[in-house]
Each structure stands twice: as C-alpha cells, then as structure tokens.
C-alpha cells in the first residue's frame, strides 16, 4: 500500500512538473517534449536517491521557492502584455470583460492565465526542489575540487601567480591592440573633460577614480606629446591591474587546495571570455571597482573562513575596503551593509574558540578603519581640494521613483488630489506620463533634475518617502509590475542585454581609435565579442542572472553545510546586487555587477569549502 502510494506521489509530481514545463517553455500539447517531461521526471524521481534529513528539505525548499519566482515572474517581465497587467486593469475596471486582454504565458485572458501561472509556479517549484537536493549531495563533499594538501603550497602558488598573470595579460593584448587606445563612453569623455579643465572637478563620477586616469592621461601628453598615448597608458595600467588581482585569487584559491584543472577553469574563464578584456580596456569606474571588490571579497575570506591574522592581510583588507568604497558611489553602502555581518562572524567564531574578549574588540574595530580612511578622503581631503561634492538624491532612488512614475502612467485617476500636488513639485504628471519608459530609468531621473525636482526631495526626503510607502500600499501590483521590468535582468537568467561598449565617443580633444569602427578587423573582433548570443553554454557566462542563481544556491549550501563563516566570500558580491536593485538606471547592464559576475569563481570555490578554520 505504502509503495502504490509512493507511485501515486511521484506520478502527480512528475504530471505536474511536465505540465509547468510545458507551459514555461511554450511547448504544445501534441509535442512529444511533453511526454519527454512526464517520464522522465517520473523515472529521475523514482530512481534517484535524494537527501532527506530536515536541513536539506527546508534549504531546498527555500531556493526552489526562490528560483521558482526568479523563472515565473521572468517570464512574466519577457511578456509583451504581462498577467500582471491584466490582473491591475480587471481589477481597476478598465477592461469589464476579463477575456480580453492577451498574454503570452496562457494566450487568452486573465482568469485562465492565473490558473495557469499557478500550476506553472507550483511544477517548477517541484522541479527545482529535486535539482537542489541532488546538488546539494553532489557538493556535499569538497574532495571533488579540494584534493591537495592543504597550506602546503605555497612556493607554487607563486608560480601559479606569475604564469596565471602573464597569459591573461597576453591573451587581452589582442583586444588592446584591436580597441586602441581604448574603449571611452561619454562618460570616460566626461571625466577626460574634468582633467583637461574643460569641466569642473566633481563626486558624479568618483574623484578617486578620475585623478588615477589624469596621472597616466597627463603621463601621456608629456612623454609622447598625445593624448591618445595618456588614454592607452590608462587602459595598459588597468589591464595589470585586473590581471594582476585575477592572478591573485587563482593562486590564492590554489595555496588553499584548489586542484589545479580547476585553477585551470578559472583562469580560462578570466582569459578566454571577451567581456573580461573588453572591460580591461574600458574607462568605467566599474572595472577597478569591481576589481577592489574581488580583492576585499578575498581578504575577507582569508580573515574569516581561513583565520588568517596576519599584519599583511589587515593592511589588504583596509586599502581594498577603502578603495572599494571610493570607486563607485554605492560602494560606501555595500561596505557598511557588509559590516554587521563581518562583526557577527567574528563574535561567532571568538565564541567557537573562546578566544579573549579584548583580541576579539581589536579586531572589530580594524573592520571599522576603511570607514575611517573614507570618511577622511570624502571629508577633508575633498575640501581642501575644493572638489564638489554629489548631493544629488536622485541618482540612488531610480527605483523608488519608477514605482511612483508605474502609478502616474497606470493609473492616475485612483491618486489623491494631495498625491499630485506633492508629485506635480517635483515633476509634471503629464511629463511623467509621456517619459516614464519601463526598462531606462535614466529618463525620469532627467526629468525631475529639468524640472527642479531632486532640491525638492533633498529639503522634504521623508515625506517622500511617505508617499513612496503609501502608493505602494495602495498599488502593489503596480509596483511589482515596475520592479520586476526595471531590474529583470540583474535576476532572471534569460535575460540579454548588450555586455560591451565598443569605439571612441566622438569628442573634442582628438581622441580617436586606431582601426576603423566600421572596418574589416573591427567588424571581426564585434562579432566575436557577440558569440555568445549564438552559443547556449557561452551565453550563461554572460548572464547576470545565471550568477545570482549560483549566488543563491552557495547561501543555501553554507547554511546547510552550517560553514556560516563561508559566506564571508558571497557577502560583498551579494550587497552590490540589493544596491543595485535598488537604483538600477538601466533593466540590465553588465557593468554596475561587474564585480559580482567576475568574483563568482571565488564565490563557488569557497563556498564548497570544508574546513574553514585553523589553516596558515
């Protein structure tokens, strides 16, 4: 009885699942795909031996509830005309008859693809249970990828370091030589401007970060008299830079155990994955930010998962914080966000080995001096060199403020009349209606800077935060709908966007590329740099999405694995993607999580890690 049970459960779970799939991938009824899920998740269930003690069901079931949501309100956000949208309009009244409004996930009307949203959420819910309790077993044991001894090798990690290095660096010389003298947008034109005195120095862009370009720019001008020579000096400093902080994390990883195809794997994805190049020779602030954030992800792990206290990896930890902080205006956020854990982990792992309260506050307070560094350079330093200072609220609430625009665009007549006159100080309704774009922050964010609106929100910040509160108490589909259009791609795996920015933006000061934009070479090198539109397994390395799934699944394993202290690596990575879903200016852009996509080797390497304490 028990046993005809049994097949009964994973009758209607695999039934269940197939369906779900079907729906998710747009099969029809009379593929045989349909039958391909039925069976084959009826004998993947029934044959396959899953984890089933306590820990491994709930973490499971909070990541298949996770990635169920990622993949159903996804494909909700690739929809051209979303459930959501019909669910807001019926219920609002604009549509009376509730079969009128077409979406992609059902193909006929609200009613029916609610039912059907339902049971494709469910059936993935199920299929993603199954796939993280297989993972979870697989990976329950790091001797797959830890197979050496461990602390022992630290003569040849240096030669892991030097070789790892050097090919990366001759790998990207290629790219460097085809995007000579390197990659600028407007604004690298912009901060090119502030150098040349042609602007005013200014915080928009990191004061930090535009003083590092000025040194190798005016470096350029004085040895070769060319200013196309300063910005190949920058871009040729940034490459060995980022060269140089990949190389360290391969031999780190190595000096820890890591076997070394797995070195090997790492290497190739820094080497061998255009984007990595490209963004070597691109004058973003996001690059060497996101090269700060690999280095202080690293030295977090080496202060909390292997107990490392020496003065060396203090001094690492407090420069990379700084810098970290320093390159980009959400930096100083992710830092302070990252900080009440790192105390935590501390206290945690004092109380594990009872050390003395005094060493344990000495070290609390070391985890405070990049604050202190930072509160320096942005206090002082900055007023001495009468460097102007970014106030502009605007630029970190891009997705408090298209919640509010989703409102104005949608459905205007259910606001108050004291609703639009505090919205009509900062903006007009009719502007707001007629620029509001889903997927580009950028033009609200304009439009209430046009119009004066970013003094106003300064002077009166909380009761616009009220009113943010407010409207989404009273339309919450409305802003599920802006969120989930404003940030999909930093979430949802199927979810391209362009990765590079390739040329030159045309300027005044005789900067220009090399090779032809539109020659034989460079059309070349574009569609390369586009391969992994065409190639399944490329294209995931380029999907931000993808790298938060594998963020998600690490959690879950330390907490399973109760290796809380591994999550020292995930930490910074992880608070760059919250801050980021909330200012986004753009649905998907590689750039602004650019240090989580290329700290992910590191992420899923320590997060496998076993033994996290008493290694030298």
């Given at each position: 009885m028990c046993q005809l049970a049994e097949i009964i459960k994973n009758l209607a779970i695999a039934c269940l699942s197939s369906i779900s799939l079907s729906y998710y991938f747009q099969v029809s009824t009379g593929n045989i795909a349909g039958v391909v899920f039925m069976f084959g998740g009826y004998?993947?269930?029934?044959?396959?031996?899953?984890?089933?003690?306590?820990?491994?069901?709930?973490?499971?079931?909070?990541?298949?509830?996770?990635?169920?949501?990622?993949?159903?309100?996804?494909?909700?956000?690739?929809?051209?005309?979303?459930?959501?949208?019909?669910?807001?309009?019926?219920?609002?009244?604009?549509?009376?008859d509730e079969y009128t409004v077409q979406v992609v996930l059902s193909g006929h009307g609200s009613v029916r693809s609610i039912l059907v949203l339902s049971v494709t959420a469910v059936g993935l819910w199920f299929v993603c249970y199954y796939i993280i309790l297989k993972l979870l077993e697989i990976c329950r044991d790091d001797i797959m990828i830890y197979g050496q001894e461990r602390g022992t090798l630290k003569k040849d990690s240096r030669k892991i370091f030097f070789i790892s290095f050097i090919m990366i660096m001759l790998l990207w010389t290629p790219y460097f030589i085809i995007n000579f003298p390197g990659v600028l947008s407007p604004d690298s034109i912009n901060q090119i401007a502030q150098i040349e005195?042609?602007?005013?120095?200014?915080?928009?862009?990191?004061?930090?970060?535009?003083?590092?370009?000025?040194?190798?720019?005016?470096?350029?001008?004085?040895?070769?008299?060319?200013?196309?020579?300063?910005?190949?000096l920058y871009s040729a400093a940034q490459?060995?830079?980022?060269?140089?902080?990949?190389?360290?994390?391969?031999?780190?990883?190595?000096?820890?155990?890591?076997?070394?195809?797995?070195?090997?794997?790492?290497?190739?994805?820094?080497?061998?994955?255009?984007?990595?190049?490209?963004?070597?020779?691109?004058?973003?602030?996001?690059?060497?930010?996101?090269?700060?954030?690999?280095?202080?992800?690293?030295?977090?792990?080496?202060?909390?998962?292997?107990?490392?206290?020496?003065?060396?990896?203090?001094?690492?930890?407090?420069?990379?914080?700084?810098?970290?902080?320093?390159?980009?205006?959400?930096?100083?956020?992710?830092?302070?966000?990252?900080?009440?854990?790192?105390?935590?982990?501390?206290?945690?792992?004092?109380?594990?080995?009872?050390?003395?309260?005094?060493?344990?506050?000495?070290?609390?307070?070391?985890?405070?001096?990049?604050?202190?560094?930072?509160?320096?350079?942005?206090?002082?330093?900055?007023?001495?060199c009468q460097i102007q200072k970014n106030d502009n609220i605007v630029e970190s609430l891009s997705i408090p403020m298209q919640h509010i625009a989703r409102v104005v665009a949608d459905v205007p007549d259910t606001l108050t009349q004291e609703e639009k006159d505090q919205i009509e100080r900062v903006a007009s309704l009719e502007n707001i209606k007629e620029v509001y774009n889903c997927r580009f922050a950028d033009p609200m964010k304009m439009l209430v800077q046009g119009s004066g609106g970013a003094a106003v929100i300064q002077e009166h910040k909380w009761e616009y935060l009220k009113l943010w509160f407010v409207l989404g108490i009273k339309h919450p589909l409305?802003?599920?709908?802006?969120?989930?259009?404003?940030?999909?791609?930093?979430?949802?795996?199927?979810?391209?966007?362009?990765?590079?920015?390739?040329?030159?933006?045309?300027?005044?000061?005789?900067?220009?590329?090399?090779?032809?934009?539109?020659?034989?070479?460079?059309q070349?090198?574009?569609?390369?740099?586009?391969?992994?539109?065409?190639?399944?397994?490329?294209?995931?390395?380029?999907?931000?999405?993808?790298?938060?799934?594998?963020?998600?699944?690490?959690?879950?394993?330390?907490?399973?694995?109760?290796?809380?202290?591994?999550?020292?690596?995930?930490?910074?990575?992880?608070?760059?993607?919250?801050?980021?879903?909330?200012?986004?200016?753009?649905?998907?852009?590689?750039?602004?999580?650019?240090?989580?996509?290329?700290?992910?080797?590191?992420?899923?390497?320590?997060?496998?890690?076993k033994k996290p304490t008493g290694l030298k």
């Open positions: 004998y993947l269930i029934s044959r396959t031996k899953f984890l089933c003690d306590r820990r491994a069901k709930i973490c499971s079931g909070v990541g298949a509830l996770i990635c169920s949501m990622v993949l159903v309100l996804g494909k909700i956000g690739r929809s051209r005309e979303s459930i959501l949208d019909a669910l807001c309009r019926f219920r609002e009244g604009i549509y009376k005195g042609a602007a005013e120095w200014n915080d928009h862009h990191p004061v930090v970060h535009t003083a590092f370009i000025a040194v190798f720019y005016r470096l350029g001008i004085v040895l070769f008299q060319s200013r196309n020579a300063g910005v190949a490459m060995m830079i980022m060269a140089f902080i990949e190389a360290e994390l391969i031999a780190l990883l190595h000096r820890r155990g890591l076997k070394t195809a797995y070195c090997g794997i790492i290497w190739a994805y820094y080497a061998l994955v255009p984007f990595h190049a490209m963004y070597a020779v691109t004058m973003w602030k996001d690059i060497l930010f996101a090269g700060f954030l690999i280095w202080f992800s690293m030295t977090s792990c080496e202060l909390f998962v292997w107990n490392e206290n020496r003065r060396a990896v203090w001094l690492q930890y407090i420069v990379s914080g700084t810098l970290f902080s320093l390159f980009r205006s959400n930096g100083l956020i992710v830092f302070c966000l990252c900080i009440p854990f790192f105390v935590f982990f501390e206290v945690y792992r004092k109380l594990r080995t009872k050390s003395d309260l005094k060493k344990m506050c000495r070290r609390v307070l070391l985890l405070l001096v990049p604050l202190c560094c930072y509160a320096v350079v942005k206090g002082p330093v900055y007023d001495y409305q802003y599920m709908l802006a969120e989930i259009d404003a940030t999909l791609g930093y979430w949802y795996p199927d979810e391209q966007y362009g990765v590079i920015c390739t040329g030159v933006f045309l300027n005044d000061y005789g900067i220009e590329p090399l090779l032809d934009p539109e020659g034989f070479i460079a070349t090198a574009l569609r390369w740099y586009e391969l992994y539109r065409m190639v399944p397994i490329l294209g995931s390395l380029f999907s931000i999405g993808t790298c938060f799934v594998m963020i998600v699944f690490i959690i879950l394993k330390c907490i399973y694995d109760q290796m809380y202290l591994n999550i020292a690596a995930v930490l910074p990575s992880l608070m760059c993607w919250c801050t980021i879903m909330a200012a986004a200016p753009l649905h998907s852009e590689m750039r602004y999580v650019y240090g989580m996509v290329s700290a992910i080797p590191l992420v899923l390497c320590v997060g496998l890690y």
